[in-house]
């Protein structure tokens, strides 16, 4: 599996992006598709939202009811709407797809916002 992440940018606070993650390869293999970020200057990524194979969908405390994760089945493709984006919603977006045994990462796209 392979994953290309694109959309990033540089957007004023208020304001929206959509982010698009293009999954090739043994795509049939993968069994949930999971947004992450890490902030700049910090180590750790964290968990922005999740889209199972079901539908059902999980976020982050912080992003809940501005961003929305959705996918679309036949072109592979996984989203992330962010709306009402905040200065602390800067940082680098990937995409990781849960393979079960393993995953696989895309190599992230920035996202800054300014206030």
């Known amino acids: 599996v392979q994953l290309v992440e694109s959309g990033g940018g540089l957007v004023q606070a208020g304001g929206f992006l959509r982010l698009s993650c293009a999954a090739s390869g043994s795509v049939f293999s993968i069994k949930g598709m999971v947004w992450y970020r890490q902030a700049p200057g910090k180590q750790q990524r964290e968990l922005v939202a999740s889209i199972s194979t079901d539908g059902s969908t999980t976020y982050a405390d912080s992003v809940r009811g501005r961003f929305t994760i959705s996918r679309e089945n036949p072109k592979n493709m996984v989203y992330l709407q962010m709306n009402s984006l905040k200065t602390e919603d800067t940082a680098r977006y990937y995409c990781?797809?849960?393979?079960?045994?393993?995953?696989?990462w895309g190599q992230g796209t920035l996202v800054t916002v300014s206030s």
């Open positions: 990781f797809a849960n393979l079960g045994f393993s995953g696989v």
